[in-house]
């Protein structure tokens, strides 16, 4: 079995804020999660904890108010404070020995900020206090090429992007969003962590990542006129805990090597698929991916993503759909209630299935065509509309599944396909259990079934049995 990585993570973070906080902490993720193996609740919430504790014990200051700027909407620089978030950057050089803190008090400042290193902006909270693009033409804020930088508390709002990070990796807690043409913005090896925020109602992609993989927790990205989060160019963030739902276009793209990875989230009610992989490989762990307008999970050219404990269901096309040589590993999933097919494999797509439920799906439980091989083995394939398992110029390896209740075919094969098939049971489906056309070469062997059609068939036919322990002779 192919092994891919899920989460293999360390995030580090240089914050360094006024009022006794420490500089240049490291923060070490402390699980890795790995294709076949089902991430622990334990583990994930051990690596939130982790992030947690460098946001509170780290980020957040201590209370002293050495390097303290304030900016106020009522302030008259008399006593210390800035009218302006703009005007208090400009008042400082803060440096590695002397970081900043601006706390920001509730209003509304109308500005396009560019940020400096070593500052913490803390807001009033993202509820009321708030960033509004003086001119939407540009960022509300910029990051270009700075370091240790925390944003907590507040709402970015009305420019080109919200937050645009080039070569920069911010903490931000708590932050929102909203109402911009593009929300966040990472380029070149940004990989800002974000925490207990919202990405939602602007007009193109909530989160827009190339070359760049930030950290996402406990978040909701939705709404957006575009992607909910769109990776290009080998960004691989993490997503954990996060909601990525009612989003235009697809909850999650991901194009040209890039690896994200996707654990505890909820991928539902997106306008198109849910999660999209061209020439990429994500590990999906213990997420949701639902509703979707389109297929829950559609991989495409040489995408191979691991998906483990996942439920795929109730999606307006298939469950996952692979294309030209994708080949995931589906692992301990649920397949389920798709208003198509439960899982497509074509173009030479040999995905290996195994310890999972495909059941009630409106179409096929799984099609194979043109020449794709999956493995399935130790999984339900039951309930589906039509056949339980459709092959079309394709030779599956199918080994001690049940397969039942289809509303077709158990197994049905056409067009010169050679499944392997061992150990399973194939009982109680409407048209027949097995049927091989003419032109095939089935190979079954200590299966279990009631009735069997067609001639395509080759070696040791009467090892099965029916479903009261009789053997069945060599052909039927």
């Given at each position: 079995?192919?092994?891919?990585?899920?989460?293999?993570m360390?995030?580090?973070?240089?914050?360094?804020?006024?009022?006794?906080?420490c500089?240049?902490?490291?923060?070490?993720?402390?699980?890795?999660?790995?294709?076949?193996?089902?991430?622990?609740?334990?583990?994930?919430?051990?690596?939130?904890?982790?992030?947690?504790n460098?946001?509170n014990?780290?980020?957040l200051?201590?209370?002293?108010?050495a390097?303290?700027?304030v900016?106020?909407?009522?302030g008259?620089?008399?006593?210390?404070?800035f009218?302006?978030i703009?005007?208090?950057l400009?008042?400082?050089t803060?440096?590695?020995?002397?970081?900043?803190?601006?706390?920001?008090?509730?209003g509304?400042?109308?500005?396009?900020?560019?940020?400096?290193?070593?500052?913490?902006?803390?807001?009033?909270?993202?509820?009321?206090?708030?960033?509004?693009?003086a001119?939407?033409t540009?960022p509300?804020?910029?990051?270009?090429?700075?370091?240790?930088?925390?944003?907590?508390?507040?709402?970015?709002?009305?420019?080109?992007i919200?937050?645009?990070?080039?070569?920069?990796s911010?903490?931000?807690?708590?932050?929102?969003?909203?109402?911009?043409?593009?929300?966040?913005?990472?380029?070149?090896?940004s990989?800002p962590?974000?925490?207990?925020?919202?990405?939602?109602l602007?007009?193109?992609?909530?989160?827009?990542n190339?070359?760049?993989?930030?950290?996402?927790?406990?978040?909701?990205?939705?709404?957006?006129?575009?992607?909910?989060?769109?990776?290009?160019?080998?960004?691989s963030?993490?997503?954990i805990?996060?909601?990525?739902?009612?989003?235009?276009?697809n909850?999650?793209?991901?194009?040209?090597?890039?690896?994200?990875?996707?654990?505890?989230?909820?991928v539902?009610l997106?306008?198109?698929?849910?999660i999209?992989?061209?020439?990429?490989?994500?590990?999906i762990?213990?997420?949701?991916?639902?509703?979707?307008?389109?297929?829950?999970?559609?991989?495409?050219?040489?995408?191979?993503?691991?998906?483990?404990?996942?439920?795929?269901?109730?999606?307006?096309?298939?469950?996952v759909?692979n294309?030209?040589?994708?080949?995931?590993?589906?692992?301990?999933?649920?397949?389920?209630?798709?208003?198509?097919?439960?899982?497509v494999?074509?173009?030479?797509?040999?995905?290996l299935?195994?310890?999972?439920?495909?059941?009630?799906?409106?179409?096929y439980?799984?099609?194979?065509?043109?020449?794709?091989?999956?493995?399935?083995?130790?999984?339900?394939?039951?309930?589906?509309?039509?056949?339980?398992?459709?092959?079309?110029?394709?030779?599956?390896?199918?080994?001690?599944?049940?397969?039942?209740?289809?509303?077709?075919h158990?197994?049905?094969?056409?067009?010169?396909s050679?499944?392997?098939?061992?150990?399973?049971?194939?009982?109680?489906?409407?048209?027949?259990?097995?049927?091989?056309?003419?032109?095939?070469?089935?190979?079954?062997?200590?299966?279990?079934?009631?009735?069997?059609?067609?001639?395509?068939?080759?070696?040791?036919?009467?090892?099965?049995?029916?479903?009261s322990?009789?053997?069945?002779?060599?052909y039927?």
């Amino acid at each position: 079995m192919k092994s891919r990585t899920l989460i293999a993570m360390f995030v580090f973070f240089s914050l360094t804020l006024a009022g006794g906080i420490c500089l240049a902490a490291t923060v070490t993720i402390p699980h890795s999660f790995t294709a076949g193996t089902p991430a622990m609740a334990s583990q994930v919430n051990a690596n939130f904890e982790a992030i947690a504790n460098a946001i509170n014990g780290t980020v957040l200051p201590s209370g002293s108010t050495a390097n303290r700027l304030v900016v106020s909407k009522a302030g008259t620089g008399a006593d210390g404070s800035f009218t302006t978030i703009s005007d208090a950057l400009a008042s400082v050089t803060p440096t590695a020995e002397n970081p900043v803190l601006i706390d920001i008090l509730p209003g509304t400042y109308t500005e396009n900020i560019v940020l400096k290193s070593f500052v913490h902006l803390r807001g009033s909270g993202a509820e009321i206090t708030s960033i509004q693009a003086a001119d939407p033409t540009l960022p509300v804020a910029f990051l270009n090429v700075v370091e240790s930088v925390a944003i907590t508390g507040l709402a970015f709002s009305g420019g080109s992007i919200g937050v645009h990070n080039v070569t920069s990796s911010p903490m931000m807690d708590k932050v929102s969003i909203t109402e911009n043409a593009i929300g966040m913005l990472n380029q070149q090896e940004s990989a800002p962590t974000l925490v207990l925020s919202e990405i939602a109602l602007n007009t193109g992609d909530g989160m827009q990542n190339n070359f760049s993989s930030p950290a996402v927790f406990q978040s909701a990205i939705s709404k957006n006129g575009g992607n909910g989060v769109n990776n290009t160019d080998f960004s691989s963030p993490a997503l954990i805990d996060t909601d990525i739902s009612l989003n235009t276009k697809n909850g999650v793209t991901n194009t040209n090597y890039s690896a994200p990875a996707l654990d505890g989230c909820s991928v539902t009610l997106n306008g198109m698929n849910g999660i999209i992989n061209h020439s990429s490989s994500p590990g999906i762990t213990n997420t949701a991916v639902e509703a979707n307008k389109e297929s829950g999970i559609f991989n495409d050219g040489e995408s191979s993503p691991g998906i483990v404990n996942c439920s795929i269901a109730k999606n307006s096309d298939s469950g996952v759909r692979n294309e030209n040589l994708s080949s995931p590993d589906i692992i301990m999933s649920s397949i389920a209630l798709n208003e198509k097919d439960g899982i497509v494999n074509s173009g030479e797509s040999s995905p290996l299935i195994k310890d999972s439920t495909i059941a009630g799906n409106l179409y096929y439980g799984i099609k194979n065509t043109g020449n794709s091989d999956p493995t399935i083995t130790e999984s339900a394939i039951d309930g589906n509309l039509l056949d339980g398992i459709y092959i079309d110029g394709s030779s599956p390896t199918l080994n001690n599944n049940l397969i039942g209740g289809n509303g077709g075919h158990g197994i049905y094969g056409t067009n010169a396909s050679a499944p392997l098939n061992t150990f399973n049971t194939v009982t109680g489906n409407t048209t027949a259990d097995i049927y091989m056309a003419p032109s095939c070469s089935g190979v079954f062997n200590f299966n279990t079934y009631d009735t069997m059609t067609g001639t395509g068939y080759t070696q040791a036919i009467n090892t099965n049995t029916d479903s009261s322990g009789t053997g069945h002779p060599a052909y039927p």
